[in-house]
């Protein structure tokens, strides 16, 4: 059957912003990069050699947890968020707090591995069962795994698998959701999609994908919801009205208050110990604190960088790690100063991201120096341009002709769930390059006023920041390459888009994506953000939050995965 081709243009640049800065405000990521099937580096060989195994099988020690004996099934885990869930269905939400909760329902074809604390996890199966790619890398076959129910009671087949992918990216399709816009990143290069029979399912692209298993993989962007349950309840109904295959099943949402689930008794695989979960959204950072402390929850999320050593001197477990956030800030080279790379590159050199790392977020947080962060096949942790030398930045700045600095303004929010600290920060870089003779004033607004001014003004800010961020090498693709941004666009930073492209930074990122070999991929990514951040200095990271969650001690199996979403089928609690 052929099916339409994507149109790269069908992502603006105004779609990437609001992706962008929807998913900071509760917590964000997409995929991570493909890791090779049967732990093969090339597409010719990527055959997954695991059938029937669940995912996780052999997790790693996570971080703080205390000794276990053996998990015993029971109980109900009550786990306090920073933030609210957007929506409940898998194609549509842009929040943290959402795609942690959606994973918990919705399953993909395949999915990263979430036993694994560090590193690259690989990508391990989930719906499929096997997948193969042709050795050119244009075709992917699909092996599905059959037994499997949906919530509902319907059949998990390629018939369904066929109406979710329609849903995203079909226009002409009954299943077809505007709204679902994951597909747009996932399915852009498809050229024919069929299901040969109902076990097995096939999509071929017009070029190379490398990222292909992780957009489809990560989080939930491809998780499979009943076909029936679409029909029956309509495509603006899903989120209210949820139905997957997951270890857990959708009960109830009294939203702003709770969202409660329960243990799939007919999961194909192992079933989670848990009876039932439940997620408060508590917004406010003290309140969440008085829960944990009065055991009103027994999981927090979010935790106060200051309170994290007192709550662990109670008695409560921490558990912390590297995970795909950055919290970056994109000058503005429409702005007098902005314009000229030497106090862009000044800039970059005065702020002290060690500083803001150990004082603001008492180690909570590790410095970020470029735009892939850990996850992302590509990311190195000793790749560190511009260390804090205020010298250095005087000495640029005189050289472009501000021997005694100026003043411009600096564009943020005060706070943000997914991105913590936010005006701590922001106020922290102000008194920074004060020091060099820049005098920044903030101009710190709350969230929903700060997305109208990057999207409808061009102000005068020299920088606006934002945090979110994957365990993939594309997310420099969805930041730098030009033709995921317009010249239309209000908010646009005027580095790069279609109308005026950096041609060397793309060329750079699409043989990235392209190549069909993980080396060759990655040393192309690590120059694109070497361009970017070194050479252009067209953005300045700050810190990857290492995304620090408290619990009760009778609390085990929780493991911190390299990702925003873990696997809460481990979780019990021993009482």
Not at 73 to 102: E, I, K
Not at 461 to 481: H, K, L, S
Request: glycine share 8%.
């Amino acid at each position: 059957m052929e099916l339409h081709t994507l149109s790269s243009h069908r992502i603006t640049r105004r779609t990437m912003l609001r992706l962008g800065a929807l998913a900071s405000i509760s917590s964000v990521v997409l995929p991570g990069l493909l890791a090779a099937c049967g732990g093969d580096d090339d597409f010719g060989n990527n055959t997954n050699t695991n059938p029937g195994s669940t995912p996780a099988a052999e997790a790693t020690a996570p971080q703080g947890e205390a000794e276990a004996g053996d998990p015993k099934s029971g109980g109900t885990l009550v786990w306090g968020m920073g933030g609210d869930a957007d929506a409940l269905d898998p194609h549509t939400t842009n929040a943290w707090a959402a795609w942690r909760q959606s994973t918990m329902m919705y399953e993909s074809l395949v999915r990263k591995d979430l036993s694994v604390t560090e590193g690259t996890p690989e990508i391990v199966p989930l719906l499929a069962e096997s997948w193969e790619a042709t050795e050119d890398g244009l075709t992917w076959t699909f092996k599905l795994r059959e037994g499997v129910k949906f919530h509902d009671g319907t059949d998990f087949d390629s018939a369904a698998v066929m109406a979710n992918y329609e849903r995203m990216s079909v226009a002409d399709s009954k299943f077809y959701y505007e709204t679902a816009w994951h597909g747009q990143f996932a399915f852009q290069y498809a050229t024919e999609v069929t299901a040969p029979d109902a076990f097995t399912w096939t999509i071929t692209h017009d070029r190379p994908v490398a990222e292909f298993l992780s957009t489809i993989g990560d989080y939930y962007w491809f998780g499979i919801a009943s076909p029936t349950q679409i029909e029956k309840v309509g495509n603006e109904n899903l989120a209210a009205n949820p139905s997957g295959t997951g270890p857990f099943r959708f009960v109830e949402r009294v939203e702003g208050q709770r969202t409660k689930f329960e243990r799939n008794e007919d999961y194909w695989g192992e079933k989670a110990y848990l009876d039932e979960v439940i997620i408060r959204p508590i917004l406010e950072d003290q309140a969440r604190v008085v829960a944990l402390q009065t055991g009103e929850i027994d999981l927090m999320s979010d935790p106060p960088p200051d309170v994290i050593q007192s709550l662990i001197d109670e008695g409560f477990t921490l558990s912390d790690g590297m995970t795909p956030q950055v919290a970056y800030y994109r000058f503005q080279f429409r702005n007098e100063y902005g314009k000229d790379v030497r106090i862009r590159q000044a800039i970059s050199y005065a702020i002290n991201r060690e500083a803001i790392a150990r004082d603001l977020f008492r180690d909570s947080a590790i410095p970020a120096y470029g735009l892939l962060s850990p996850g992302a096949p590509a990311y190195d942790p000793d790749w560190k341009p511009f260390p804090y030398d205020p010298d250095k930045a005087r000495e640029l700045l005189a050289e472009a002709g501000y021997p005694d600095g100026f003043k411009t303004k600096l564009l943020g929010v005060p706070t943000a769930s997914g991105w913590p600290q936010a005006g701590a920060v922001a106020q922290f870089i102000k008194d920074n390059l004060a020091e060099v003779g820049i005098d920044l004033e903030l101009e710190l607004t709350e969230w929903v006023t700060y997305l109208g001014i990057i999207f409808r003004e061009r102000t005068d800010m020299i920088m606006w920041g934002t945090a979110w961020g994957m365990p993939t090498n594309f997310f420099v693709n969805i930041q730098a390459e030009s033709r995921y941004r317009s010249e239309q666009d209000a908010g646009d930073a005027g580095y790069t888009n279609r109308e005026n492209p950096n041609v060397e930074l793309d060329e750079f990122l699409v043989a990235g994506s392209e190549a069909t070999d993980t080396a060759t991929s990655n040393e192309l990514y690590r120059k694109a953000n070497e361009k970017a951040m070194v050479e252009d200095c067209a953005f300045v990271a700050i810190t990857h939050d290492k995304l620090p969650h408290l619990m009760k001690p009778s609390l085990k199996g929780f493991v911190h995965s390299v990702n925003v979403n873990y696997d809460l089928t481990k979780l019990w609690i021993d009482e």
